[in-house]
């Protein structure tokens, strides 16, 4: 179902949530599918519920550039991409496979005995290609300290609800518009007639509206959350501290894969995590190794 809601989004190319066909939506919705189809690089989204796929790209995976002997597939994937790919891989002696994922498009990994074969690859395939995809992305992010965010007036007049995001428990909890007007610093969800607004304090007359994922980190800033074990290549984080969407793809980038939830612990786990991404995961989201 969803390999049809990716195809039928590649031919339409850009659209609104409620454009997309109920009958190839999975059972969580169009907000869930669209979130994790931009975790996997198939697609940017808005705030306002917009989307567009990207182009077709070849992202590799591995530690070392020159060394990568695999690639995924992400971006648009109409039968005309799929096509060219698969008979391209079988000029250049690679080898194309798909990774099911559950509820989601399969993973379309591409390997080859070398990173130029790959390069061949989607090179004869009309496609673009990216080195070292994960790192790359993640090396050219800013920190969660210097994520960007517009400073702004403090909220005033009648709000509908107030929360406020805890560090201590991970969780939002009910709150006052006073408590965030005097608030030095706190992360508020402020409810505003239709609307909400995310407010980073960081001085008493000082706020900022900022992404939601980015503010929970900026508020949980120094604190040991991060579990990284080199053993098995993974990296655990709170499903409260998930990253934002592009911190986020750089991680699954290096796997191909969207990260595992455990909904028990509340915990996400990133596959395939070097000892170089993990301490990169480690300076951008401002967190400790727990």
């Given at each position: 179902m969803?390999?049809?809601?990716?195809?039928?989004?590649?031919y339409?190319?850009?659209?609104?949530?409620?454009?997309?066909?109920?009958?190839?939506?999975?059972?969580?919705?169009?907000?869930?599918?669209?979130?994790?189809?931009?975790i996997?690089?198939?697609?940017?989204?808005?705030?306002?519920?917009?989307?567009?796929?990207?182009?077709?790209?070849?992202?590799?995976?591995?530690?070392?550039?020159?060394?990568?002997?695999?690639?995924?597939?992400?971006?648009?994937?109409?039968?005309?991409?799929?096509?060219?790919?698969?008979?391209?891989?079988?000029?250049?002696?690679?080898?194309i496979?798909?990774?099911?994922?559950?509820?989601?498009?399969?993973?379309?990994?591409?390997?080859?005995?070398?990173?130029?074969?790959?390069?061949?690859?989607?090179?004869?395939?009309?496609?673009?290609?990216?080195?070292?995809?994960?790192?790359?992305?993640?090396?050219?992010?800013?920190?969660?300290?210097?994520?960007?965010?517009?400073?702004?007036?403090?909220?005033?007049?009648?709000?509908?609800?107030?929360?406020?995001?805890?560090?201590?428990?991970?969780?939002?909890?009910?709150?006052?518009?006073?408590?965030?007007?005097?608030?030095?610093?706190?992360?508020?969800?402020?409810?505003?007639?239709?609307?909400?607004i995310?407010?980073?304090?960081?001085?008493?007359?000082?706020?900022?509206?900022?992404?939601?994922?980015?503010?929970?980190?900026?508020?949980?800033?120094?604190?040991?959350?991060?579990?990284?074990?080199?053993?098995?290549?993974?990296?655990?984080?709170?499903?409260?501290?998930?990253?934002?969407?592009?911190?986020?793809r750089?991680l699954?980038?290096?796997?191909?894969?969207?990260?595992?939830?455990?909904?028990?612990?509340?915990?996400?786990?990133?596959?395939?995590?070097?000892?170089?991404?993990?301490?990169?995961?480690?300076?951008?989201?401002?967190?400790?190794?727990?």
């Amino acid at each position: 179902m969803t390999e049809r809601l990716l195809e039928w989004m590649s031919y339409r190319e850009r659209g609104h949530a409620n454009d997309l066909p109920r009958d190839l939506l999975p059972p969580d919705g169009p907000r869930w599918i669209l979130s994790d189809l931009a975790i996997l690089a198939h697609a940017e989204t808005g705030p306002d519920g917009r989307w567009r796929v990207t182009p077709p790209v070849l992202a590799a995976i591995g530690d070392e550039s020159d060394g990568t002997k695999t690639a995924v597939l992400c971006g648009a994937r109409t039968r005309g991409v799929m096509d060219r790919l698969t008979q391209s891989c079988k000029l250049n002696g690679a080898e194309i496979r798909n990774i099911p994922q559950k509820g989601r498009p399969d993973c379309v990994l591409v390997t080859a005995s070398s990173a130029s074969d790959i390069c061949s690859v989607a090179t004869a395939s009309g496609l673009n290609w990216q080195r070292d995809a994960g790192f790359t992305l993640l090396a050219c992010l800013p920190t969660i300290r210097d994520w960007p965010r517009s400073p702004c007036p403090m909220v005033a007049g009648k709000i509908d609800e107030v929360r406020r995001f805890s560090k201590t428990d991970l969780r939002w909890i009910p709150s006052s518009l006073e408590e965030a007007q005097q608030a030095i610093r706190g992360l508020f969800h402020i409810k505003r007639d239709w609307s909400w607004i995310v407010l980073l304090k960081e001085g008493k007359d000082t706020q900022s509206e900022i992404d939601m994922a980015a503010g929970r980190l900026a508020i949980a800033s120094g604190s040991k959350k991060i579990h990284v074990d080199l053993k098995s290549r993974s990296l655990r984080i709170p499903l409260a501290l998930k990253p934002p969407t592009v911190v986020s793809r750089a991680l699954a980038l290096c796997s191909g894969m969207l990260p595992e939830i455990e909904t028990e612990k509340r915990e996400m786990t990133f596959r395939s995590i070097s000892n170089r991404i993990a301490r990169l995961a480690v300076s951008v989201t401002g967190l400790k190794l727990a």
